[in-house]
């Protein structure tokens, strides 16, 4: 189950050599917020690439009696 995102408008006018870059903008987040966004990235492409929700790989062990 994904947890809803509630995503704020804003929209801000700032001069081209004097833009933050997006590496500030992540060091001023907190790191939990840092990580919950990263999840997020990383279950949209898995299903992107691979069509599917991430899962564990099973594993199967042969074991001679």
């Known amino acids: ?3 809803k ?3 704020e408008k804003s929209v801000t006018k700032v001069n081209l050599l004097k833009k933050p870059t997006d590496f500030a903008y992540w060091q001023s987040q907190p790191y939990l917020a840092r990580l919950a966004t990263l999840e997020l ?5 898995h299903r992107w690439r691979y069509g ?3 899962r564990l790989q099973r594993v199967h062990r042969i074991v001679k009696r």
Do not use: K, L, S, V
């Not at 990235?41 to 492409?45: D, F, K, L, Q, T």
């Open 1 to 3: 189950m994904e947890p």
């Open 5 to 7: 995102i509630n995503i």
């Open 41 to 45: 990235i990383r279950r949209e492409y």
């Open 52 to 54: 599917a929700e991430p």
